[in-house]
């Protein structure tokens, strides 16, 4: 038998390592219920999911989890890309490339919420309270790491990656607290549902102490019914000064067959019948989907009504994806607005020994435009988005600031499935009321129709459907807290919280 400061080490180091793998079950279903939160629209489940990802803050290894699992689970429409045939990659390598991105980003996701954990930890150290893993409630130190990351996702989104982050999370289920994006846009909108999430976890450790849970709970309540009226009021209706009556055509083309020799001839011909449509339909204008013309195609015969369509041009051997306009009378574009934010891999492949690659596309390597999505021409000036452009609020909302009147999204999302749809609504409904701008989204096999200044789906056309038809659009010219002065709020939330904790730290000391 073995020395009892041996029998104790062991039995240490046992219950040591079941607490350690109950955090990471812990970190894991966080994440899941994350996932499943971002991809299914339900709402109410994020704040228990962060709060569960509070609960594992002082362990890297399970906050990991959390974020591995939340990306996974929210972005398994990766899994869709799978065959890529289509684009010239053999069959028995195109399960295991799919797979292997849709891995890499989730370790990815996973070591940015560890990141953000061993942040938490080096502040902690600091803290006037104790070190153990149930610290008191101390909001200071909620609001410096919520802030912290909301700040994180506004710069994640204007990175190459398509990240969806916990701000478009309040949409579709939450309207009211999600009209504070006009205030504090989805940096903060993220810093909130993280400080929800640290009142749950907290109040899960006050159930002990009825006194400590009561008074918690009701600051709480009193917080969330104060910044949901807020939002009820920033909702209040506005009348535009102006609308106007716009076509849309969802093309229900998918990606894999527009390519194809006989797809590539009827394409031109269904533009044609949408154009009439369009016009018997006495729209303005009409809007076309990411993609839908060939480089520098000419129309069969003159256009019947104004449109916008996704295309592609070549300009000096280099070819862009783009918004092309057509005014009624010519076969020809006159103006256009290129993408600015390619897809890595899909669109655009880093320059290796001074020689470029096509990508994985199908359409070969593109070359970024402008950064600026303001579109002046003819009509209202637009701020524009092609396909994942719209998770980038900092430049939509510099369009609107410099004078755009409503928001344009133009988008291929086949061959992903519908859950990708109801995320991409998500994501359009935040820019709606980050900027208060109706935002017209034409997709090929959807989410196409409008989404109001106020964040409602005024009319989406059904899925995988093909169809023209009309919206309303709504113009505004109301310039937003949010867009004038964009993550200044959440700033000086965390110098505020950050002096508040540090100095109490000394004045403890």
């Avoid at 942040?119 to 409630?137: H, L, N, Q």
């Avoid at 990175?159 to 009211?176: E, H, T, V």
């Avoid at 969330?224 to 535009?240: R, V």
């Avoid at 524009?384 to 004078?403: M, P, R, S, W």
Wanted: include cysteine.
């Amino acid at each position: 038998m073995g020395s009892p400061k041996a029998k104790n080490f062991w039995e240490s180091l046992l219950m040591r390592n079941a607490h350690n793998s109950q955090l990471n079950i812990q970190g894991g279903l966080g994440g899941l219920i994350a996932g499943i939160s971002i991809s299914e629209g339900q709402t109410f489940l994020m704040p228990f999911s962060l709060a569960l990802l509070w609960s594992v803050s002082r362990r890297p290894k399970s906050a990991f989890f959390w974020g591995f699992f939340a990306l996974l689970v929210s972005h398994r429409w990766l899994l869709f890309l799978h065959p890529l045939d289509w684009i010239g990659i053999p069959s028995f390598l195109s399960l295991p490339l799919t797979v292997g991105i849709w891995i890499c980003l989730g370790v990815l996701s996973g070591f940015l919420v560890s990141l953000w954990a061993l942040i938490g930890i080096r502040i902690s150290e600091k803290a006037p309270f104790s070190k153990s893993a149930r610290f008191e409630f101390d909001l200071s130190y909620a609001v410096l790491l919520s802030s912290l990351w909301g700040l994180s996702e506004v710069v994640m989104a204007h990175s190459p990656l398509f990240w969806i982050g916990l701000g478009s999370s309040m949409l579709p289920g939450n309207m009211a607290l999600a009209a504070l994006a006009r205030w504090v846009g989805a940096g903060g909108l993220a810093a909130i549902q993280l400080i929800i999430g640290y009142w749950i976890w907290q109040l899960s450790l006050s159930l002990k102490d009825w006194e400590s849970f009561w008074k918690k709970a009701l600051i709480g309540i009193f917080c969330l019914l104060s910044a949901h009226s807020s939002g009820w009021l920033l909702l209040l209706d506005k009348d535009a000064y102006s609308s106007l009556p716009v076509a849309i055509w969802q093309t229900n083309i998918p990606v894999r067959e527009k390519f194809l020799e006989n797809r590539g001839k009827t394409i031109p011909v269904l533009l044609q019948k949408a154009l009439e449509e369009a016009k018997n339909l006495s729209a303005s204008f009409l809007v076309v989907p990411e993609g839908t013309l060939k480089s520098n195609q000419k129309l069969l015969s003159p256009a019947s009504v104004d449109f916008l369509s996704g295309g592609f041009r070549s300009i000096r051997a280099q070819q862009r994806s783009s918004i092309l306009v057509f005014y009624e009378g010519e076969d020809r574009p006159s103006e256009a607005i290129d993408k600015h934010r390619l897809v890595p891999l899909g669109e655009w492949m880093p320059t290796l020994f001074g020689k470029s690659f096509p990508g994985l596309s199908a359409v070969g390597g593109l070359h970024p435009g402008d950064p600026s999505r303001l579109l002046m021409w003819e009509g209202p000036p637009v701020a524009t988005a092609i396909c994942y452009e719209i998770a980038d609020g900092f430049a939509l909302n510099q369009a609107v600031k410099d004078g755009a009147q409503w928001i344009l999204s133009v988008a291929n999302l086949d061959p992903y499935p519908q859950s990708l749809q109801r995320e991409f609504l998500a994501i359009a409904q935040l820019r709606s009321l980050e900027t208060a701008r109706d935002l017209i989204s034409s997709a090929n096999t959807g989410p196409s129709g409008v989404v109001s200044a106020f964040g409602e789906k005024k009319k989406i056309f059904p899925a995988f459907e093909s169809r023209v038809d009309l919206v309303d659009l709504q113009l505004h010219d109301e310039i937003t807290f949010y867009t004038k002065y964009r993550e200044l709020p959440l700033i000086i939330c965390l110098i505020f919280a950050s002096y508040s904790f540090f100095f109490r730290q000394k004045k403890n000391s």
